[in-house]
């Protein structure tokens, strides 16, 4: 091969500019034992390539799982949904007892404010009643 060539394709390979098969030239070129004294640092990076290949990772890799457990979060929002339920009903239901004691105490009160002026009245019947039979001098009640 024609050191001139080797070294376009060399500047080629680290612009990333060849294809594969202009790739396999170098890997070719450079795993032969005829190399050029300036390109001898290039072989150790084409060599690890080929060695590379045959290399296989044997361990097992341990992932650690971000999975969130959304059974939980699931319980734990049905559980704050049963709280604010219960609590709103609680709330709802002081609202409500409350505007029907503020109902009955004010028909109550006007209930008692109609009967004071009922009893007041009878109060008054009862006091012209007693001057008429003064004045017309009538027994109180009459038997037959």
Known sequence: ?????IEKLLEKYLNAETSIAEEKTLKKYFSSNQIAPH????????????TS??????KTIQL???KRNW???SVAA???????????YQ??????AEKLYTETRDALGLLSANLNKGSNAIGQL???????????KQPKSVKK
Do not use: C, D, R
Not at 41 to 50: A, D, G, H, K, N
Not at 53 to 58: M, Q
Not at 126 to 136: A, M, S, W
């Open 39 to 50: 390109l001898v640092e290039y072989q150790t990076l084409f060599s690890y390539f080929t």
């Open 1 to 5: 091969m024609e050191l001139a060539n």
């Open 64 to 66: 650690k799982s971000k």
């Open 71 to 73: 059974k939980w979060i």
């Open 78 to 88: 049905t559980a704050l949904l049963i709280v604010s339920v219960y609590t709103g």
């Open 91 to 96: 709330k709802n239901q002081e609202y409500k």
């Open 126 to 136: 009862q006091h012209f009643e007693t001057t008429t039979n003064k004045v017309f």
């Open 53 to 58: 290949k045959s290399e296989k990772f044997t």
